[in-house]
């Protein structure tokens, strides 16, 4: 049986959400990041980047990086309408969920959520939160001119809606703007029995 490393709150909750889409069998192992247990060395062995999410597999070896996990998880087990058939639609997928990730999150909500990691002065770390929130509303305003009056971003729910799902938990917790089509996307998710699963009993 796979093992997840998972963080609740952390951007592993859209991994989470993905396993229990799946229907995929799952052992669980808590790394509370705010206890600085990442830093352990149990688990620096399983993941020597000591960060979450990471999928410990049956063969012994580790898949760590939130689009690498999601995309290994539809890869095999595999399941309609979760990842596109076409290469297109393929492409616009993973630039989406790059954008989600590498931007909403790293260069918007790390800043928001973490200004401290980066610069240790009071003024300093306010001006890299306000950047943070600026970088976040920016990419969420475009990630909703994406979704438009789609129920999810390309149609049906698939992986870029895992990763936008936790940036919006994240709005949400930090009070940054996010338009009404967000919103509704954020309920539709969270009607799901995939959700109702994974986070149910957090």
Not at 45 to 74: C, H, M, R
Not at 96 to 116: A, N, Q
Not at 119 to 143: M, V, W
Not at 147 to 168: C, I, M, P, Q, R
């Amino acid at each position: 049986m796979i093992k997840f490393f998972h963080s609740p709150g952390s951007c592993s909750d859209g991994i989470l959400l993905l396993l229990q889409e799946l229907h995929v069998e799952f052992e669980t192992e808590i790394i509370n990041l705010k206890k600085g247990m990442q830093h352990d060395p149990a688990f620096l062995a399983v993941n020597p980047k000591g960060k979450v999410p990471s999928l410990l597999l049956e063969d012994g070896s580790t898949l760590t990086e939130f689009q690498t996990i999601a995309y290994w998880l539809v890869a095999t087990f595999k399941k309609s309408n979760l990842w596109p058939d076409a290469l297109e639609k393929q492409a616009q997928t993973l630039e989406v969920l790059d954008f989600i990730v590498g931007s909403v999150h790293m260069r918007g909500f790390t800043f928001v959520k973490m200004p401290k990691k980066f610069q240790l002065d009071e003024k300093g770390t306010e001006d890299l939160r306000s950047f943070g929130r600026s970088e976040a509303e920016k990419g969420l305003k475009h990630l909703g001119s994406i979704l438009g009056t789609s129920k999810y971003l390309f149609g049906n729910f698939g992986v870029a809606d895992a990763a936008l799902f936790y940036v919006l938990t994240w709005a949400e917790q930090e009070g940054i703007p996010h338009s009404n089509n967000l919103k509704k996307f954020l309920d539709r998710v969270r009607g799901r029995p995939a959700y109702q699963l994974a986070f149910s009993t957090q």
